[in-house]
């Protein structure tokens, strides 16, 4: 069993910063695209941004130009850095990491609220 470890989230007014990190196990080698998804109240899950092995990034509109995706590949960890927070960001985000461990499979980390209110 793979287990992520997510830590970053927290209660911040709008216009303020974040930082989420996902690391999965250091003994995994084979890590293809990281991503992270949020769900908010109400809502279905959605893709916020995910970046592949090479370097292909995807972000949703919503967050372009305010977050960005990245990631430390020796220390198998991605961040999701979130500028000018807004109250629509609230949510609990989820980072998702597509894992070769025997077979290939795409593995969830527990989840981290994130409130923007004022």
């Known amino acids: 069993q793979v287990q992520l470890v997510e830590s970053g989230g927290g209660l911040v007014q709008p216009g303020e910063s974040l930082r989420l990190s996902c690391t999965a196990p250091k003994n995994i080698v084979s890590i293809y695209a990281m991503g992270w998804y949020r769900r908010a109240p109400g809502k279905q899950r959605e893709l916020v941004a995910e970046?592949?092995?090479?370097?292909?990034?995807v972000y949703a509109d919503s967050v372009k130009g305010r977050f960005t995706i990245s990631r430390d590949n020796v220390k198998n960890t991605v961040y999701l850095e979130m500028n000018n927070l807004k109250p629509e960001d609230t949510a609990v985000y989820y980072c998702?990491?597509?894992?070769?461990?025997?077979?290939?499979?795409?593995?969830w980390g527990q989840g981290t609220q994130v409130t923007v209110s004022s």
């Open positions: 970046q592949t092995d090479t370097g292909y990034t």
């Open positions: 998702k990491v597509d894992i070769q461990v025997g077979v290939r499979d795409d593995y």
